[in-house]
T-cell receptor
């Protein structure tokens, strides 16, 4: 079993729909990242969370540390949101492990007009 | 915001040659950088942690003599794929976390380098 599991693996939506992507992890973490990777390959960090909830535009990320679960929500989805969304966790170990991330397998989101 | 650059963005080489990929942090100092490999339709796989001033730390199964990492300065890490073979064809990405203690603790990713070995 992977340390970081995402669901669903593939998600298709119509423009305007509300979208949720889930991430569960099994290790202790100091932070969780939500990343966006477009078809060209470049990766952008959308959020870094250690507790609670963050909002940026149409994107909302929440995390429940006790349940080891995080969700990424997209409101009023748009075709330009089509991308791979990746959940990544940073462990609690320090020293040479500083910043090291463990990745989920990614969720491929396709939003149709 | 902080930017991490990679060069080249795309490279095609013949089997047996060596290829060097550069990763630069453009407006912050990165004592640590990470190198990842991503195969088609798969997630990122950490290859190694590049540490300025010391040897890189390689993940299990990654050949350190094949993937040479040099963290030459606080803003530059290089990955050299030596004696490349077609199975090394992949998308290579670097990332750099903001320095320890900085309040905006996050991680910046390079745009990636697509390597094709013929």
């Amino acid at each position: 079993k992977n340390e970081v599991e995402q669901s669903p693996q593939n998600l298709t939506a119509q423009e305007g729909e509300f979208i949720t992507i889930n991430c569960s992890y099994s290790v202790g973490i100091s932070a969780l990242h939500w990343l966006q990777q477009h078809p060209g390959g470049g990766i952008v960090s959308l959020f870094m969370l250690s507790s609670g909830k963050k909002k940026h535009g149409r994107l909302i990320a929440t995390i429940n540390i006790q349940e080891k679960h995080s969700s990424l929500h997209i409101t009023a989805s748009h075709p330009r949101d089509s991308a791979v969304y990746i959940c990544a966790v940073k462990g609690t170990a320090g020293g040479t492990s500083y910043g090291k991330l463990t990745f989920g397998q990614g969720t491929i989101l396709t939003v149709h007009p | 915001g902080a930017v991490v650059s990679q060069h080249p963005s795309r490279v095609i080489c013949k089997s047996g040659t060596s290829v060097k990929i550069e990763c630069r942090s453009l407006d912050f100092q990165a004592t640590t950088m990470f190198w990842y490999r991503q195969f088609p339709k798969q997630s990122l796989m950490l290859m190694a942690t590049s540490n300025e001033g010391s040897k890189a730390t390689y993940e299990q199964g990654v050949e350190k003599d094949k993937f040479l990492i040099n963290h030459a300065s606080l803003t530059l890490s290089t990955l050299t794929v030596t004696s490349a073979h077609p199975e090394d064809s992949s998308f290579y990405i670097c990332s750099a976390p903001t320095p320890s203690g900085v309040s905006t603790d996050t991680q910046y990713f390079g745009p990636g380098t697509r390597l094709t070995v013929l």
